[in-house]
């Protein structure tokens, strides 16, 4: 992989965040990188999805930086940091099950960065053009989640940020999700992926971080997880 493809997309330093006088993350510190699979893992209520709701401005950071591409992010709201390229598919999909599938797909054209459904995204996802006109509320929910992932595409992100996936789909579906991310990360985008499934996360990851108590514990090279004991780790 070229060293451009390796540059660090994303840069978090010591990122703390509370919901009143609770502290949720505790400093957290990393890196995600253009081209590659960055998986965070950890048992529930660790912080995970706080730390990617944070990082798209859902929640205020307390203390800490967020850098993507270089520009410092500081106190940016959602639809800003969208504008910056941040794509985000939260966990439960939130799609809109009123409008159709195109209209959610469009609903990522809020950044400005693109005007029409790429290709790609119909390519990638070929349900979501079979069902372009049916309403999102009649999907499956393997079909939802990949509506909230091309809805992301629509934004033009340089990293995607996915709240676990696989949750509630069927196995099908997951593999073909997994091969858009794979192929996604392969093109040059940066993923940060929250899972909870770890043969998922493993079998893509080209790094790891592991979450306790809102710290990141461990990290590594995801060809190592095995080796590194993270299953252990993230076991219930």
Do not use: W
């Amino acid at each position: 992989m070229a060293d451009e493809a390796k540059r660090a997309m994303l840069q978090v330093s010591g990122l703390s965040q509370a919901y009143g006088g609770s502290q949720i993350l505790r400093g957290v510190d990393f890196e995600a990188h253009a081209g590659q699979v960055t998986v965070l893992l950890g048992r529930n209520g660790v912080g995970k999805s706080t730390l990617l709701r944070t990082l798209m401005g859902i929640h205020a950071a307390r203390a800490g930086t967020v850098t993507l591409d270089g520009r410092v992010l500081g106190g940016l709201p959602p639809n800003r940091r969208a504008e910056a390229g941040i794509g985000y598919v939260p966990q439960g999909r939130e799609i809109f099950p009123r409008l159709t599938v195109e209209e959610n797909l469009r609903i990522g054209f809020a950044t400005g960065r693109m005007h029409m459904v790429p290709d790609q995204v119909y390519e990638m996802f070929p349900v979501l053009l079979e069902m372009r006109h049916r309403r999102g509320g009649d999907l499956s929910g393997g079909q939802q989640q990949q509506l909230a992932i091309g809805r992301a595409l629509c934004t033009r992100p340089k990293i995607l940020l996915l709240d676990e996936p696989t949750e509630g789909i069927q196995p099908s579906v997951i593999k073909d999700i997994g091969r858009v991310i794979r192929r996604l990360a392969d093109e040059g985008l940066a993923v940060l992926l929250v899972e909870q499934y770890y043969d998922f996360a493993r079998d893509l990851a080209d790094a790891y971080l592991v979450m306790d108590r809102g710290e990141v514990v461990a990290r590594g090279d995801g060809r190592r997880m095995d080796a590194d004991g993270v299953r252990a780790m993230v076991s219930v």
